[in-house]
């Protein structure tokens, strides 16, 4: 089963990789920001298998901490292009 | 402060509010519990506003109404991905992209973000903009078929008219196609 | 113990090539508006498999511990919420930056 959950982080961290050609490459910043977002995103399920690949239980925690950072930061990021200010 | 009316929206509150405190802290001793429900118990007399606005009625049927629309919802997702997967993987690439705009009656502003948010996930189609005054949609569709299916079938409207128990949607003003 | 296993295989599986999925859309669509209708469905349905094979893998091997599980399902429902609005966000900002959306025909870009 742990062979399984290593295949499973490889092909996430390929596919983190083919996003970052975007993020790295996009014209323009709104693809950047697109980018990001998905990388975080894969970086969320990532955790969860990585903390069975480690076993530590610990990772569950951060996954939850960062779905939350990486939705608020989109958020943020998306309304400080659209008016040019945060207020 | 009045409370009159608003019994099910602090009940709500209280109930997320104390099921995540449970699920974050994960200790069961009388003391962590008791300060957790207490902590709980001010924040939703406090800010209760924020997450259930406004005072309509028949709030257990919409739920019970929302509980059986998830159902559908995840098998559009299933076949919006399917979608979206055909379309990547072909190698001409089948897309043809239009910005279409309609109008609803739906006012409210938890339907107006299920509404929105079931566009997104449901195939071919994404949400650009919505302004909750006059219900109008500014939508991203990837193709023909897909802007077909909100502009004619409407089903999706229809449903969640259903379920938050407003009107319908107006059929005699016909939506444009930029 | 086996069907578990499988079952959880097959749910990894398919979560991880609808990712590699998004992540082929993101490299060859042809505009940002049609990149995101990729990222957008492709990443919240993949995301939400893989963290529900985890979420039943933990359910059978660790019982003992159901909170964990019942924290993997509250991330399935934040991811189901949470990536559709922020897709919307990138989407309307660069609506109202004015990015022309990309038609039949033109270059890609």
């Known amino acids: 089963m742990i062979t399984i959950f290593w295949i499973a982080c490889l092909i996430i961290a390929v596919t983190m990789g083919l996003s970052l050609y975007r993020g790295v490459a996009g014209p323009g910043v709104f693809n950047r920001t697109a980018a990001v977002n998905v990388i975080g995103t894969k970086t969320i399920a990532l955790l969860v298998i990585m903390g069975y690949y480690f076993e530590r239980p610990h990772f569950f925690d951060i996954a939850l901490l960062y779905a939350m950072m990486n939705f608020i930061g989109t958020l943020v990021f998306a309304k400080y292009l659209e008016r040019g200010g945060l207020c | 402060m009045k409370f009159k009316g608003k019994r099910f929206g602090i009940l709500l509150t209280f109930c997320i509010m104390a099921v995540f405190w449970v699920l974050l802290s994960g200790i069961f001793d009388a003391f962590h519990l008791i300060s957790g429900l207490v902590c709980c118990a001010i924040v939703s007399l406090i800010s209760h506003d924020l997450l259930v606005k406004g005072e309509s009625e028949k709030k257990l049927l919409k739920s019970l109404r929302l509980l059986i629309y998830i159902p559908w919802e995840l098998w559009q997702i299933v076949l919006a991905n399917i979608d979206v997967a055909y379309r990547v993987l072909h190698p001409r690439m089948p897309i043809d992209p239009q910005i279409i705009e309609f109008e609803t009656t739906l006012r409210g502003d938890f339907s107006l973000v299920t509404l929105a948010n079931s566009i997104t996930l449901t195939p071919g189609t994404i949400t650009i903009e919505v302004e909750p005054d006059r219900g109008k949609f500014v939508v991203h569709a990837i193709g023909k078929e897909p802007a077909d299916a909100l502009l004619v079938d409407q089903t999706m409207q229809k449903k969640v008219a259903h379920v938050f128990m407003e009107t319908a949607v107006r059929t005699e003003d016909l939506p444009t196609r930029k | ?109």
């Open chain 3, 1 to 109: 113990m086996l069907i578990v296993h499988v079952a959880v295989t097959v749910l990894l599986g398919i979560g991880a090539f609808f990712l590699l999925v998004g992540s082929i859309g993101l490299l060859r669509f042809p505009d940002f508006y049609t990149r995101l209708h990729a990222t957008g469905k492709c990443d919240t349905l993949g995301g939400g498999l893989i963290i529900l094979g985890a979420m039943i893998y933990h359910l059978f091997q660790y019982p003992e511990t159901l909170l964990v599980s019942a924290k993997l399902a509250f991330l399935i429902f934040f991811v189901f919420i949470a990536n559709p609005t922020a897709t919307h966000a990138i989407m309307k900002a660069a609506y109202k930056t004015g990015v022309k959306p990309w038609r039949l025909g033109e270059e890609r870009r």
